[in-house]
């Protein structure tokens, strides 16, 4: 079944790239706006800071308007549905969408003083990246999500200077340790998700909905099968599947789609709690680099997260979200396991 998982991700990884390289812009539809959206994940977001682990981590991405039926953007998607289980809904019932991103993430052990960190503790490492990904979702039931992410790991990634500056400017101790940072490494990861989506009509404008989620991960950063779920009572629901993450993490995208406001008002919010497990067979991050001697601990192969937030929008103008998210050890000797707050908010595009 991996293999079987890992071919379809293969076929969707060349699809992706050839989107790239015809030129995916500009083929949606010419009425419509995309969609800019930003991703904060920090500790300090949270009562119990701890500044450890994955420390940090910020994306942003452009989500295209409702790809043109028969657009050159939109071939990729019709290409890989004709030998692949996904994309089934087909241009006609589903919004379809691609979604260009960036992300830089940082990972530091929990005593940042040492200048020759604990090789007992999660070594220091930085992640520069972006890609592309096409989203379909099929009359709002089922959402499926293809990416193909690269990117590089090490002092390439700039990740030192991006917590030190920001110490600096809160006026924090600098971290000592980044001298001894996973070595620099390019990483291809390819992932594939499909969310579904249960609902109920609960009553005075309220609604509920359930939006259980699996997923892979195939490349040299990460190797893991994941699943979770969500639930979701508010109003205005089927805009989207829930707040965006940045991976690992539970199951989201940046999708949205101001179509599906079912009221006659244009806000909406909800308030969620999920959660997600992963079967990891790789974690450069704490296996170490693919082809070099670095610094690595033993990791855990199942890893948990729960999370828990409040979601608020006005049709595509606005859209605010706050995350509180508890993740399990992710290796053998972790004290106690993490837990960081996910700020991100999404604004109209002019294109």
């Known amino acids: 079944m991996r293999n079987q998982a890992i071919d379809i991700l293969r076929s969707a990884a060349a699809a992706c790239a050839a989107a790239v390289l015809l030129g995916v812009a500009g083929q949606a539809a010419a009425s419509e706006s995309g969609l800019f959206t930003f991703d904060e994940e920090n500790d300090f977001f949270t009562f119990d800071n701890r500044d450890r682990h994955y420390t940090q981590g910020a994306s942003l991405d452009y989500l295209s308007p409702d790809l043109a039926a028969g657009g050159i953007a939109a071939a990729p998607m019709e ?16 919004s379809r969408h691609f979604d260009l991103f960036a992300s830089q993430e940082l990972f530091t052990p929990e005593n940042k003083t040492l200048q020759n960190p604990d090789p007992r503790d999660r070594p220091y490492a930085g992640w520069l990246n972006g890609g592309v990904s096409f989203i379909e979702d099929d009359d709002q039931r089922r959402l499926d999500h293809v990416e193909l992410q690269l990117g590089t790991i090490g002092r390439n990634s700039l990740a030192k200077q991006t917590q030190n500056n920001f110490h600096l400017a809160i006026d924090n101790p600098e971290s000592q340790g980044w001298g001894y940072q996973l070595r620099n490494e390019p990483t291809v990861d390819l992932y594939f998700d499909r969310h579904l989506r249960y609902s109920a009509d609960l009553g005075d404008g309220l609604d509920a909905d359930l939006i259980p989620a699996a997923g892979i991960a195939v490349g040299n950063a990460f190797d893991y099968l994941e699943a979770g779920a969500r639930v979701r009572i508010g109003q205005n629901l089927k805009v989207d599947y829930g707040p965006p993450r940045i991976a690992p993490g539970p199951s989201g995208t940046s999708y949205f789609n101001r179509d599906y406001i079912t009221t006659a008002s244009l806000w909406g919010w909800y308030v969620f709690a999920g959660s997600d497990g992963r079967a990891v067979a790789r974690n450069i991050f704490l296996d170490g680099n693919s082809f070099e001697s670095s610094r690595r601990v033993p990791k855990r192969p199942l890893v948990g997260d729960l999370e828990s937030g409040v979601a ?32 991100m908010i999404s604004l109209r595009a002019p294109f």
């Open 79 to 94: 290409w890989m549905r004709g030998f692949l289980p996904i994309f089934e809904g087909g241009a006609s019932s589903s």
């Open 312 to 343: 608020v929008f006005y049709s595509d103008y606005l859209r605010l979200s706050y995350s509180y998210l508890y993740r399990s050890d992710e290796f053998y000797g972790q004290h106690n396991g993490d837990n960081y707050g996910a700020i």
